[in-house]
């Protein structure tokens, strides 16, 4: 309402995007809320390769390895997150669940210029999260390698992504990928 009582006030509507952060080998990654179906501790999953839960398998996605991380021993916030979607399945295992956050989509930055390549279809950009920042990943992308089975994980053919550490080396040693 104006000061002279005219007018109609309206609601503005912000577009908002849900996300998992986790935290992998030291740094931080944003799974799509939608994708979750679940997280267990250690106890509750122990070390087999594929989970059996409420009758549905879950292969073991090997993300650390995908994305080029160094290998970290389980911890007492170590978690696997439960992911599926469109009939894919799989389990992915994180040192640290930071929690669902709820993101106006103004707070999800594209990928810097550095990143050209294929890796485009990897992440989805940098999501600012609190006083955070974690890396998008795009589900087609995080599912793809439940689909090519254990084996095909680290396949020779594939480049591992960049990570957000390698960029800022590039960055100041003046390399543009």
């Not at 009582?5 to 952060?21: K, M, T």
């Not at 970290?72 to 170590?78: H, I, M, R």
């Not at 810097?112 to 989805?124: L, T």
């Not at 396949?155 to 960049?162: A, D, E, I, K």
Request: charged share 20%; glycine share 12%; aromatic share 6%.
């Amino acid at each position: 309402m104006s000061l002279r009582g005219h007018g109609v006030a309206s609601a503005v509507h912000v577009p908002i995007e849900r996300f998992l952060i986790v935290g992998i080998a030291g740094q931080q990654f944003a799974l799509f809320a939608e994708l979750v179906q679940g997280l267990l501790t250690m106890e509750e999953c122990g070390s087999s390769d594929i989970l059996t839960v409420h009758g549905q398998e879950y292969p073991s996605l090997d993300l650390r390895g995908r994305l080029g991380l160094a290998h970290v021993d389980n911890g007492a916030e170590t978690r696997t997150v439960l992911v599926a979607q469109a009939g894919i399945h799989a389990c992915i295992r994180v040192d640290r669940v930071y929690g669902l956050h709820e993101v106006e989509r103004t707070r999800v930055l594209p990928l810097p210029g550095q990143f050209r390549s294929e890796e485009r279809s990897w992440y989805v950009g940098l999501i600012l999260y609190g006083e955070g920042v974690a890396v998008g990943l795009h589900s087609k992308w995080l599912l793809s390698g439940a689909t090519e089975g254990a084996s095909g994980l680290l396949n020779q053919s594939h480049r591992l992504p960049l990570r957000l550490s390698d960029t800022s080396d590039r960055m100041e040693k003046g390399i543009v990928c």
